[in-house]
């Protein structure tokens, strides 16, 4: 059924009783022409551009618990593609580029809310690094503005701008069209995109292992049984280690633990997402009216999807020297989402060393933004065996090449980026 | 939170602790080849469960030394100086 005024008007008069269900809950099949492990933001959509772009529609989505059920349930919702090197420009305008038509696409409200990303700059260093990055931006065709002081201060009067700030602000720069999409409707829309291009989601399939013959994928055994498949892509953030160990391959990533938290609901407050790489720490209004905060790692290895206090303790320090009348208000929840880490801070999409195996993950921070081209991409090197040129510089071989994609320069600590 | 014991001050809340990474890491020789250099510097076990690790107490004593922490649960199931073996426990304490 197609979403619309008229179907919701329909509904309405018999009181939304009769609404179909989203997607169908098909039991799997035993042989499928490719196969995706992992129903999240990017399995999903990795399944839908196989079967809108690639005509692929004999597929399907495995999925160990329910879908949007790991980081993608889990994110702060924040898109953008404010970067400095010319991979990753490309590769998040290209991700923008989709957030922006794809409520139209998927005829399912993602809610896409192009309220800006403001980056606040608190030295003149920051500042020279911000023009810097932002002169980047608009030589890749990317909108960048850079607001003064006192043009965030009449924007955001919440924001601490005097001169006495703990950290004093000397301007930001702005990313108009990045913005806030709603998390779950992203996974939602692309499952009921999918469902209807004919793809099975499997929910509750945990894969267990990945058969091969000769170096080449002949299937999955799950806990619903073997599925026969020639190609099998994994978009399993955390546990892409997990997964590619089951063929034995090593790769060059970190399982850690990234929080997030929001306060009680209150009326408009912060009509923009504000963010502060010097103290670490990024906020937003969710359209419930929830502040909803990010900020860095643990900085230890983990997969317990729960985090410690002192970053909690943390993002409060960091919201409050910002926002000192946020102070006032009550956490209502905080949780934590396990990332991979790879050794550059850059994702890796692309073959693996085994025919038929592709990966989209490593994902470190920046997953949910990409959620759309990453989907995209992966769909692409699954049909095509090979990778489009937006995802070439992000394949495996590159930690071996030496041609990181170190956006931050840190160096090869996962926890680093 | 972790309560992480050092081998020179006792336990200590994790506040106090920088973490290092990977212990079981071993440094090639200067002149190996390539391929071990790339293990050294990008492959990762990563495992879940228990995992040795460097931590550095950078709050206290100022030493590097290793903890055996399961990373499933966050739970230290041991620690030991540099030079030293870690208890062999593999389950919680």
């Known amino acids: 059924m197609k979403y619309s005024i008229f179907s919701l008007a329909r509904n309405a008069l018999s009181n939304h009783q009769h609404w179909q269900r989203a997607w169908r809950s098909p039991k799997p099949k035993a042989r499928y022409d490719a196969v995706v492990v992992g129903g ?16 692929m529609t004999n597929i399907a989505v495995l999925e160990k618990g329910w879908l949007g059920g790991g980081n993608t349930g889990r994110n702060t919702t924040i898109v953008r593609s404010n970067y400095h090197l010319d991979a990753n420009a490309h590769f998040y305008e290209f991700a923008m580029k989709l957030w922006e038509g794809l409520s139209q696409d998927l005829n399912f409200n993602v809610m896409y809310s192009a309220r800006g990303v403001l980056n606040l700059v608190h030295s003149p260093a920051e500042l020279d690094a911000a023009m810097r990055r932002g002169n980047a931006m608009r030589l890749n065709g990317i909108d960048a503005e850079f607001k003064s002081r006192d043009e965030i201060e009449r924007w955001i009067p919440n924001l601490d701008c005097s001169a006495t700030a703990r950290f004093p602000i000397h301007g930001g720069l702005l990313q108009p069209r990045g913005g806030t999409v709603r998390h779950d409707a992203v996974a939602w829309g692309y499952a009921r995109a999918a469902d209807a291009l004919g793809v099975d989601i499997i929910q509750q399939c945990e894969v267990t292992g990945i058969r091969m013959e000769h170096g080449a994928v002949t299937g999955v055994d799950t806990t619903q049984g073997f599925i026969a498949t020639p190609k099998v892509g994994l978009a399993v953030a955390g546990h892409t280690t997990q997964l590619a160990g089951m063929t034995g391959l090593r790769l060059p990533i970190e399982s850690h633990v990234l929080q997030a938290m929001v306060t009680e609901p209150v009326k408009p407050v912060l009509d923009t997402v504000v963010t502060s790489g010097a103290v670490h720490f990024y906020i937003s209004q969710s ?19 729960r ?32 990332v991979d880490m790879t050794m550059d801070g850059s994702p890796i999409i692309g073959n693996l060393p085994i025919k038929g195996l592709t990966i989209t993950g490593g994902w470190c921070y920046g997953g949910f933004k990409a959620t759309p081209a990453s989907g995209w991409l992966h769909a692409y090197t699954m049909a095509k065996g090979e990778p489009h040129p937006l995802n070439a510089p992000f394949t495996l071989e590159r930690f071996a090449q030496g041609r990181m994609i170190d956006e931050k320069g840190a160096g090869p600590y996962a926890w680093a980026h | 939170m972790m309560l992480i014991s050092c081998p020179c001050c006792g336990p200590r809340n994790q506040v106090e602790f920088t973490y290092g990474g990977d212990a079981t890491l071993a440094r090639p020789a200067n002149d190996a080849p390539q391929a071990l250099w790339f293990d050294y510097v990008y492959l990762r076990d990563n495992p879940s469960g228990p995992h040795d690790e460097l931590w550095l107490h950078s709050a206290g004593c100022r030493r590097w030394f290793k903890v055996r922490r399961d990373t499933a649960t966050h739970a230290i199931l041991g620690s030991a100086k540099l ?11």
């Open chain 1, 287 to 305: 359209d419930k009216g929830e502040l909803v905060m990010g900020g860095d790692l643990d900085f230890y290895n983990s997969y317990a999807q």
């Open chain 1, 307 to 338: 985090g410690n206090l002192p970053i909690v303790e943390h993002f409060v320090a960091a919201c409050i020297s910002l926002f000192p009348s946020f102070g006032r208000l009550k956490l209502m929840r905080t949780w934590g989402g396990i």
């Open chain 1, 40 to 55: 999240g933001g990017h399995g999903l959509a990795t399944a839908y551009y196989l079967a809108k772009e690639h005509g």
């Open chain 2, 83 to 93: 030079d030293e073996a870690l208890p062999n426990t593999m389950g919680a304490v």
